[in-house]
C-alpha cells in the first residue's frame, strides 16, 4: 500500500512540473470530475485509450469520439487515459505503450485526462527498471515502447518563456484514485 | 526544397568582419539565461549527490565505451530481431546516402525531425533538400532557425538569439500574413503548423539520447513531445545516432535520466522521455554513424570525450561561449567539447581557432555530467595541432624563443627595465600602444614593468633573516607577474610570513611553464617546469601567489614530465590564503581580533583558485577574519574576469566584454575593495578600472592580510 508520504510527494513533484491533480475515494467519483471538465470545457468529443479497461458503461455520457484515421484524434479535444505507475520524486506518469493509438490519445488532444491509481505510486524509475526491461522485450505488441510523462508539453524556445502545449497537451489532469494511503 | 534565404545570419562577405564584433544583444541572453539555468539546475540537484551520481555515469560510461564494438553488435542484433532494420554508417556522406535510399524506396517525399545533432553533423538537410526531399524541423527552436535560414545558437535552445518580434518575422515571411508579435500566440501557430506537417509527412526521423543493448530500445528525451509526435504518426521511422550513445542496460539509462535533465535545463525530468523498441509492425530504420568515433576510441588521452551526453551544461557556464554565443564558438558541436568533437568529426583545420577560444577556466570541468576534462584536452589538442598543423609565428617566438630561455627572458626584462621611462605611462601603467595595436589595451592599462624586481627588492632581506644554519621552513614562489610587474603582492606575503615568525626563502621565479603548456608548446613547458621543479626539490613546503602557477606545479607539470601527477610536490606546493587558512588560523585570530571592521571589500573568485584548487572558500574566510566582517559579494563573483594570459592578446574583444561585466559587478556591489588571489586578475581589473577612470583598489589577499596585520611596508 502507498505511504502518506509518497503520495505527498508525488502530488508536490507533478503540480511543480504544471500537472493538476485531484485526488478521489474511487474511479467513479475520479471519473465524474473528469466529466465535469469537458462539460466546463464544452469539449465535444472525447479519445479513449485502448487500454481502458473498466467497462464501458462507467463513461456513459461522455462525448467519445471513435477515431478512424489518424487525422480524426486531431478533433478530439480530450483525451483519457491511464498511467500504469506513477513516480513520487518527480511526478512523473509511467505508461507502458502497446499501440500507436494509446500515445496519440496521450499526445494530441490539448487536454489530457490521466487515471492513476494511488496504490501505483512508487518512490523512483529504479524500483521500475526490471518492469520497463521486460516491456521493452515484449515481442507480441504493435508498439512496445515505454513512456514517462511529466507535466504538460512545455517549451521556452522563445526568448526563454515558458509556453505550455506547443505540442502535446498543454493541460494534464491526474485523476488520482483509490483508498486513502496508510 | 532549397534552403530559405536568410533573415538573420551573417551573408558570406560580410561575415569575418561581423565576426570580430560582440553582439550585446546576444550577450545580455546569454548571460541571463546562464544565471537562471545555474538557478534551476541547483534547485535539480537539491539532496542529490551529484559528484557520485556522475561518478557512476562516467564510469558506466566508460565501461560501454570499452566494449563499444561488442555492445553495439548486441543492439543491431536485439533491434533488428524484433524488426528493425540497423545500418552501420561509416560517415556522414554514407548515413546520408542511406536515409536518402530509405526514403526513395518508402516513396517518402517529406521528412519530419525531432531534434537531432547528428543530423547536422551530417549535413542531412541540405542533402535531402539537394535531392528533392521536403524537410522539416518540429523542435520549435529548430524550427524557428531553419525558417529564418539561421544557424543554431545553443545546443538546447536553439533560437534563444531571436526575440519575439524576429520570430514573428520569419512566421509572417514563411506564412504569408501577418502574425502577432505574443509568445502564446506565436507557440499556438506552431503547433497548428506543425501538425499539419507531422501528418503530412511520409517520413520522420529522430536522434537519441541512448541505445539500449540488452533490448535494442532507443531512449528519447524530449520536453515539446515533438519526438513522440514524428516518432508516432508518419508511417516510416529513421533514428539517426552515432555508436557513442550505446548503454549496456535499461537500469544504465535510468541512471542517465537522473542526470541528463537535472544538468541539461534544470529540471527533475523532462515533459516526455520515451523508450522505443522495435516491433514487426513498425517500419523502423535505424542508422549507427561512426564518422571517425572509432579512431577516438582508439585515442588514450581524447576517448574520454565519447562519454559527453550532449546536456550543454559546459556551454551554460562557459564565459567564452556567453559572450560570443554558438554560431561563433562552433564549427558544428559548440563550445570546448564541441571543438573537440570538431577536430576528428569535421579535420583538424576545423577546430584550430575553435581551440584558441578555451580560457581554461575549468568551469566546464565542475558541472560536466560524465567528468570530462575539456581543458585538459583542448590543451592537448592545441599540442596536436602544434604538431600536425604548425605553430602560430607570435606563438612560437614567444614560448620557443622567450619563455623556455631564462636567460632570453632576463635579457628581455632587463632591456624593458632600462627603456623603463620611455615605456612608462601615468602611475604604476605602461604608455599606450601604438594606435595598430590599440586593441589590446583599449579596454584595460597594462602595467608597467616594477623598477625592481622582487628578487632583486627582497632576496637579500630574506636571506639574512632567520636561522643561517638550518634549511628554510617555507620557499615562497611568487611567478612572474609578481615578480616583474607587482613586487609590492611579494613584499606584502613575505612580511605576513615572518610577523607569523616563517623563515622564509624566495625561488627563482622563472617561469612555471604554464602559458607555453596552455598554448601546446609541450618541449618548451617541460623545459621550463624541469628546471622549476629542480629548483624546489628541497623545500619542505612552497607557497604560491598564483593560482595557474600552482596548477602548473602541483598538476600540470608533473603530467607533462610524463611522470603522472607527482602527489609528493603536490602535497608541497600550497596557495598562499590556503597555508594561513590551514595552519595559522589561530594566531591569526589572535592577532587580528581587535580589528574594527574597515570599508566593504568584495571579493573576485578567480578561475583557478575556485575550480582547480577548491581554495576560495580558505580565501573568503581568512578575508572576513582580516577585515573584521563579512565580505560583500558582488553578483557572480565567480565570473572570469577575462585574463587568461595569452587569451586575451589572441581574442581582446571578448576578453573588454568580459572585463566590462566583471567591473559592473564589482560597481554594484557597491564595493570600493576588491580581492582576489591571482596576479593575473589583479593585471586585468586594475588595468581594467583605471582604464575606465574608475577609483576601485584591486589587491591580492597577501596585500590585504599585510594591511589588516600593520606590517610596515
Not at chain 2, 518508402?106 to 528533392?132: D, H, I, P, Q
Not at chain 2, 556567453?322 to 577536430?343: N, P, S, V
Not at chain 2, 574566510?621 to 553578483?635: F, S
Request: charged letters at 25%; glycine letters at 8%.
Amino acid at each position: 500500500m502507498v505511504t502518506a508520504h509518497l503520495e505527498r510527494e508525488f502530488i508536490a513533484a507533478a503540480r511543480a512540473a504544471g500537472a493538476e491533480v485531484e485526488r478521489f475515494a474511487g474511479i467513479t467519483p475520479a471519473l465524474d470530475f473528469g466529466r465535469s471538465i469537458l462539460r466546463d470545457l464544452d469539449v465535444r468529443d472525447v479519445t479513449v485509450s485502448p487500454d481502458l479497461s473498466f467497462p464501458a458503461a462507467r463513461l456513459k455520457g461522455w462525448p467519445i469520439l471513435k477515431p478512424g484515421p489518424k487525422k480524426d484524434y486531431l478533433k478530439a479535444g480530450a483525451g483519457l487515459v491511464r498511467a500504469d505507475y506513477g513516480i513520487s520524486k518527480t511526478g512523473t506518469l509511467v505508461h507502458l505503450d502497446r499501440s500507436d493509438e494509446e500515445k496519440m490519445v496521450w499526445t494530441l488532444p490539448p487536454v489530457c485526462l490521466c487515471l492513476l491509481e494511488a496504490g501505483r505510486i512508487v518512490p523512483d524509475l529504479d524500483v521500475l527498471a526490471d518492469v520497463l526491461s521486460r516491456h521493452l522485450d515484449l515481442t507480441d505488441q504493435e508498439s512496445p515502447q515505454v513512456s514517462l510523462v511529466t507535466g504538460p508539453s512545455r517549451t521556452a524556445d522563445i526568448e526563454c518563456e515558458l509556453s505550455l502545449g506547443v505540442h502535446g497537451p498543454g493541460r494534464l489532469v491526474v485523476l488520482l484514485f483509490g483508498d486513502e494511503p496508510s | 526544397m532549397g534552403p530559405a534565404a536568410s533573415l538573420f545570419s551573417c551573408s558570406e562577405t560580410s561575415r569575418p568582419e561581423v565576426m570580430k564584433r560582440i553582439d550585446p544583444h546576444l550577450r545580455r541572453i546569454l548571460r541571463d539565461f546562464s544565471r537562471g539555468y545555474l538557478q534551476k539546475r541547483e534547485n535539480a540537484l537539491a539532496g542529490l549527490d551529484f559528484e557520485r551520481l556522475r561518478t557512476e555515469l562516467s564510469e558506466v560510461k566508460e565501461e560501454a565505451l570499452s566494449r563499444c564494438d561488442e555492445l553495439v553488435a548486441l543492439f543491431e542484433a536485439k533491434a533488428s530481431q524484433k524488426g528493425a532494420r540497423v545500418y552501420r554508417a561509416a560517415d556522414s556522406a554514407e548515413a546520408n546516402r542511406r536515409i536518402y535510399e530509405i526514403l526513395k524506396s518508402n516513396r517518402a517525399r517529406f521528412l519530419v525531425k525531432g531534434k537531432s545533432m547528428v543530423s547536422e553533423e551530417t549535413g542531412l538537410n541540405a542533402f535531402l533538400e539537394k535531392r528533392g526531399i521536403k524537410v522539416r524541423e518540429t523542435d520549435l527552436g529548430e524550427w524557428i532557425v531553419q525558417l529564418a535560414g539561421d544557424q543554431p545558437t545553443h545546443m538546447v535552445m536553439p533560437a534563444i538569439h531571436l526575440t519575439r518580434r524576429d520570430v514573428a518575422r520569419v512566421f509572417s515571411r514563411h506564412l504569408e500574413r501577418d502574425v502577432p508579435e505574443e509568445i502564446p500566440a506565436l507557440v499556438r501557430l506552431a503547433r497548428e503548423e506543425l501538425r499539419r506537417e507531422i501528418f503530412q509527412a511520409g517520413a520522420g526521423l529522430i536522434g537519441a539520447n541512448a541505445l539500449v543493448a540488452e533490448n535494442g530500445s532507443v531512449l528519447l528525451v524530449t520536453n515539446e513531445g515533438n519526438g513522440r509526435m514524428v516518432s508516432t504518426l508518419p508511417p516510416l521511422l529513421i533514428v539517426l545516432t552515432s555508436i557513442e550513445k550505446i548503454l549496456p542496460s535499461t537500469r544504465d539509462a535510468l541512471l542517465l535520466l537522473r542526470v541528463l535533465p537535472a544538468n541539461a535545463t534544470g529540471q527533475n525530468i523532462t515533459s516526455y522521455v520515451s523508450f522505443i523498441a522495435p516491433s514487426p509492425e513498425k517500419n523502423l530504420h535505424i542508422i549507427l554513424l561512426d564518422n571517425h568515433r572509432s579512431e577516438i576510441l582508439k585515442e588514450p588521452v581524447f576517448r574520454e570525450i565519447l562519454r559527453c551526453i550532449k546536456c550543454s551544461a559546459c556551454l551554460n557556464v562557459c564565459p567564452v561561449y556567453q559572450t560570443i554565443g554558438g554560431k561563433r564558438y562552433a564549427h558544428i558541436y559548440m563550445g570546448g567539447i564541441g571543438t573537440l568533437f570538431t577536430a576528428w568529426i569535421h579535420g583538424r583545420a576545423a577546430s584550430r581557432d575553435l581551440a584558441d577560444y578555451c580560457l581554461s577556466c575549468h568551469r566546464c570541468e565542475a558541472v560536466c555530467a560524465a567528468k570530462i576534462r575539456v581543458p585538459d584536452l583542448v590543451i592537448a589538442l592545441r599540442e596536436r595541432l602544434n604538431r600536425e598543423t604548425g605553430k602560430r609565428l607570435w606563438k612560437r617566438l614567444a614560448f620557443d624563443g622567450v619563455i623556455g630561455h631564462p636567460g632570453v627572458t632576463r635579457a628581455l626584462f632587463s632591456s624593458a627595465r632600462s627603456a623603463g621611462p620611455l615605456l612608462a605611462g601615468k602611475g604604476e601603467y605602461a604608455r599606450r600602444l601604438p594606435p595598430l595595436l590599440r586593441k589590446y589595451d583599449r579596454f584595460r592599462a597594462l602595467p608597467r614593468l616594477a623598477r625592481q624586481s622582487l628578487l632583486a627588492q627582497a632576496g637579500q632581506k630574506v636571506t639574512q633573516k632567520g636561522d643561517r644554519k638550518g634549511p628554510p621552513r617555507v620557499v615562497l614562489f611568487a611567478g612572474c607577474l609578481v615578480e616583474h610587474f607587482y613586487p609590492r603582492i611579494g613584499l606584502d606575503a613575505l612580511r605576513v610570513l615572518e610577523r607569523l615568525g616563517y623563515k622564509v626563502a624566495l625561488s627563482d621565479s622563472a617561469c612555471c611553464g604554464f602559458p607555453a603548456a596552455n598554448a601546446g608548446f609541450r618541449e618548451a613547458a617541460a623545459k621550463s617546469f624541469r628546471r622549476l621543479a629542480a629548483g624546489l626539490e628541497n623545500a619542505e613546503v612552497v607557497l604560491t601567489l598564483c593560482p595557474t602557477c600552482t596548477t602548473m606545479l602541483a598538476q600540470l607539470g608533473p603530467e607533462i614530465l610524463g611522470t603522472g601527477p607527482d602527489r609528493h610536490l603536490a602535497r608541497r606546493v600550497v596557495p598562499f590564503s590556503r597555508f594561513l587558512f590551514e595552519r595559522e588560523w589561530l594566531r591569526l585570530e589572535g592577532l587580528l581580533s581587535s580589528r574594527p571592521p574597515g570599508q566593504p571589500v568584495t571579493y573576485h573568485d578567480s578561475c583557478h583558485h575556485k575550480y582547480v584548487l577548491q581554495a576560495s572558500g580558505a580565501s573568503r574566510d581568512l578575508l572576513e577574519l582580516a577585515l573584521g566582517g563579512k565580505l560583500r559579494e558582488m553578483e557572480s563573483p565567480d565570473s572570469c574576469c577575462g585574463f587568461g594570459g595569452s587569451f586575451s592578446i589572441s581574442h581582446p574583444e571578448v576578453s573588454a566584454s568580459l572585463i566590462d561585466a566583471k567591473l559592473e559587478s564589482i560597481r554594484r556591489s557597491g564595493a570600493r575593495v576588491v580581492a582576489m588571489d591571482c596576479p593575473g586578475c589583479v593585471m586585468q581589473i586594475r588595468g581594467g578600472s583605471a582604464r575606465r577612470g574608475e577609483k576601485l583598489e584591486v589587491r591580492h589577499t597577501a596585500e590585504i592580510l599585510a594591511a589588516c596585520l600593520d606590517v610596515k611596508r
